[in-house]
């Protein structure tokens, strides 16, 4: 079975430019959650998504945004980049929200640079 | 209030020894789980082991065991027999059951770099 994965690996872009970045989970899983992990602020929740609906959402500007498609793959974009949101962005799946506790897996991640 | 705590910045092992890796944490709910990850310099968060709040059994994945006590609020790691490809970023993450909705997202402490010496 194929793990979660990501597109693109790495990304340089500048200021003031737009991102999407894309994250295809476990086949069968339908929950996708993205994290921004950086130096600064270490692991922080981006958003989660369910059967093409947003459940939960992390504390970040409205610059980010997501979406899922009825394929249960997933796209986040940010919009207007700043320095600030240089970071590894990671994508993880699990089945439904409720699955059991234990069950999230991370893909490899997304390098994303702003110059 | 800061939910992982991980005091630890950095941490040295020679290799063969065990280390324990510590995690504290802060909830007021009766159902949670407790994770460590482990993250290489390539970047993908690997899961290593979880602990469940109920659980009555410390658990065990291979070398790596979790020790829990709930009463301190405490879920440190400990890898045995460690190996130079375990140096690594090592981070303890929690995710709360709430009821009728899910689990909430994980919430991660900020980390402790191993190195394994030869």
């Known amino acids: 079975k194929a793990g979660v994965t990501q597109t693109p690996r790495y990304l340089i872009k500048t200021r003031g430019q737009q991102v999407t970045l894309s994250c295809s989970p476990i086949?069968?899983?339908?929950?996708v959650s993205w994290y921004q992990q950086t130096p600064g602020q270490g692991l922080q929740f981006l958003f989660e998504y369910f059967s093409e609906t947003q459940r939960n959402k992390g504390n970040f500007p409205g610059r980010f945004s997501g979406r899922q498609f009825s394929n249960s793959r997933s796209e986040m974009n940010v919009s207007t980049l700043e320095l600030g949101d240089s970071a590894l962005y990671l994508c993880?799946?699990?089945?439904?929200?409720?699955?059991?506790?234990?069950?999230?897996?991370f893909g490899p991640g997304t390098r994303l640079t702003v110059l | 209030a800061q939910k992982i705590t991980q005091t630890q910045p950095g941490m040295f092992v020679q290799e063969k020894e065990a280390v324990t890796l510590d995690c504290t944490y802060d909830?007021?709910?009766?159902?949670?789980?407790l994770f460590w990850y482990k993250q290489p310099s390539s970047g993908e968060m690997i899961f290593l082991i979880y602990?469940?709040?109920?659980?009555?059994q410390n658990a065990t994945e291979g070398r790596y065991s979790l020790n829990f006590q709930k009463a301190r609020k405490s879920a440190n790691l400990v890898i045995s027999a460690s190996q130079l490809g375990d140096s690594a970023m090592y981070f303890c993450a929690m995710r709360e059951r709430l009821r009728n909705s899910g689990n909430t997202p994980l919430v991660f402490g900020k980390g402790t770099r191993l190195s394994v010496i030869a």
């Open positions: 993880a799946s699990s089945l439904v929200p409720t699955s059991g506790m234990n069950e999230q897996f």
């Open positions: 602990q469940g709040s109920y659980d009555e």
């Open positions: 086949s069968g899983h339908r929950s």
């Open positions: 909830t007021s709910d009766q159902s949670y789980g």
